[in-house]
């Protein structure tokens, strides 16, 4: 079983930077798609970016122009550069990465979450 490791979690000021990192236990192969989830509290959990393996990107409306996804060099793992942070921003984020063959079957792996806390 694959499992999602991530770091770079933390608290940071208003204003402040954080920089999330996702990597495989394990290698993995045939990634459809690679995204950055967050749970702020009350809140139900929400999508943040997403990259593609052919590179497009995608990003929830609240952090276009602050947020950047990436791909490593290894392209199983992924970053999540976070600019400008707000308190809203303040959540626990999730590593997703999607994937498989009609052969091999699907995949869906999550990691176990980061802090990330925002003061004001």
């Known amino acids: 079983q694959v499992h999602l490791v991530e770091s770079g979690g933390g608290l940071v000021q208003a204003g402040g930077s954080l920089r999330l990192s996702c990597a495989p236990s394990?290698?993995?192969?045939?990634?459809?798609?690679m995204a950055w989830y967050r749970h702020p509290p009350g809140n139900q959990r929400e999508a943040v970016a997403a990259?593609?393996?052919?590179?497009?990107?995608r990003y929830v409306d609240s952090v276009k122009g602050r947020f950047t996804i990436s791909r490593g060099n290894a392209n199983d793992t992924v970053y999540l550069q976070m600019n400008s942070l707000k308190p809203e921003d303040t959540a626990v984020y999730y590593c997703?990465?999607?994937?498989?063959?009609?052969?091999?079957?699907?995949?869906?792996?999550w990691g176990q979450g980061t802090q990330v806390t925002v003061s004001s």
């Open positions: 997703n990465i999607k994937g498989g063959t009609p052969l091999y079957g699907k995949y869906d792996y």
């Open positions: 394990a290698s993995i192969f045939s990634i459809n798609v």
């Open positions: 990259i593609t393996t052919g590179g497009s990107t």
